[in-house]
């Protein structure tokens, strides 16, 4: 029973890791965008696992190819070959542009980005790197260098070679924004324009020229970026300001990453990759999450010339990275994703999503902002449009429960958790989006009541 498996998880399971809701979720069932829990009750589910299911829960056809799979071969290491490896690296190579062709199969998005920040050092020769704040690259040891968002960032002893950068945030704007923890700035004035137009892009760039002129990053390895970030509650960048950026890093020497772990395969809908929303060509990309639709997998994906850099400094190895049920699994997720029109479908139904979003931002005193594009999009929540102080997080927590009661699960972002993410499956439709508006809705109304 139920306080059976809360027992257990407060004995033997980590306080570290955190659970949504007072009363945890027990889920036993998934269905395409539709998550049952124990007695049958069941939930549009509007952040598939935190932006992983791309193509739906226990989709038919992935499925079927994993039973098949798990009959045949399960695992054979790297040091010998198998086909579902072969043919799936030929897939994603494809849905790459030259020269992005070398690919090394991970496990984690979190291992996707050491690898990263390893190939960034060996092939610059230097060893410092930036990244925003308010940015998530995982939470390995040498990832947190990386990660700069809240709570799940820690200072390592030693210190880690990497340089946080102002995040350039089109809501939040540069004018005493900050996305720290411990700042004593709780106050955040907004900037209020859109991506495609925003005011303030030359005034991030002269921050970020800063940051590179700063003596840690004279010569520096790499910038991470994600194209949008997603942990930080789906925040988005002033158009033209990753190009700008990205050429800034490559005079002094670095390579420039792009973190697709969330925006990747077709997500944002206009584009299969983030990065090509922003018209740059990245050095590296990484990926997970949605890469094998639940199944653990992920990738980096670099130049042959990167490549061979790493591959004159060391060997490397990783058990489990490319096993033949991973492999089988992404090549299936890649037909899945072409077959249905997926990519196609994030643009439509997300573009309708955000319209319909949007108008309880007119409604609602307390939604500051509705951003995002495709099917990756945030409803940010403040306590009135004027100072866009965040709504304090026990508000938020209650109309977070107020849609699950209702039915609809979404998921949570920013520094002091006041955004609502949303990132449902690619097969959501329009009815599905309808009725999430309506559950959103009545919570509002409930909490203005
Ligand atoms: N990069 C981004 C952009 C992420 O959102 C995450 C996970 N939230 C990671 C990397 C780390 O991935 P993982 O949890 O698989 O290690």
Partial sequence: GYNRVLEIHKEHLSPVVTAYFQKPLLLHQGHMEWLFDAEGNRYLDFFSGIVTVSVGHCHPKVNAVAQK???????????????????YAEKLAALLPEPLKVIFLVNSGSEANELAMLMAR???????????????????????????????????????????????????????????????????????CAP??????????????DTLSTSVAKSIAGFFAEPIQGVNGVVQYPKGFLKEAFELVRARGGVCIADEVQTGFGRLGSHFWGFQTHDVLPDIVTMAKGIGNGFPMAAVITTPEIAKSLAKRL???????????????????????????????????????????????????????????????????????????????????????????????????????????IAPSMCITKPEVDFAVEVFHSALTQHME
Avoid at 137 to 156: A, D, F, I, R
Avoid at 157 to 186: A, K, Y
Avoid at 395 to 416: A, P, T, Y
């Fill in 315 to 421: 060997q490397h190895f990783n058990t489990f990275g490319g096993n033949p049920m991973a492999c089988a699994i992404g090549s299936a997720v890649l037909e899945v994703i072409k077959e249905e029109n997926l990519q196609e479908n994030s643009q439509e139904v997300g573009t309708y999503m955000l319209l319909k979003f949007a108008k309880l931002r007119d409604e609602f005193e307390i939604v500051g902002d509705v951003r995002g594009k495709g099917l990756m999009i945030g409803i940010e929540m403040v306590q009135d449009k004027i100072s866009c102080r965040p709504l304090p997080r026990e508000e938020v927590n209650q109309i977070h429960e107020d849609c699950k009661h209702m039915g609809l699960l979404v998921g949570r972002g920013s520094i002091f958790s006041q955004t609502f993410r």
């Fill in 196 to 209: 495609d137009c925003c005011q303030a892009k030359d005034q991030y760039i002269e921050q970020f020229k």
């Fill in 122 to 192: 060996a092939h610059s020769n230097n060893i410092d790197i930036i990244s925003f704040r308010g940015a998530y690259h995982g939470c390995s040891p040498y990832t947190l260098g990386l990660t700069n968002v809240g709570t799940y960032k820690m200072e390592l002893p030693g210190g880690t070679g990497c340089q946080p950068t102002m995040c350039p945030d089109v809501f939040r704007g540069p004018w005493g924004g900050s996305h720290c923890r411990d700042s004593p700035v709780q106050t955040i004035r907004k900037c209020s």
């Fill in 69 to 87: 799979q798990l009959g045949r071969l399960w695992h054979t290491s790297t040091v010998f070959f198998h086909p579902p490896m072969h043919e």
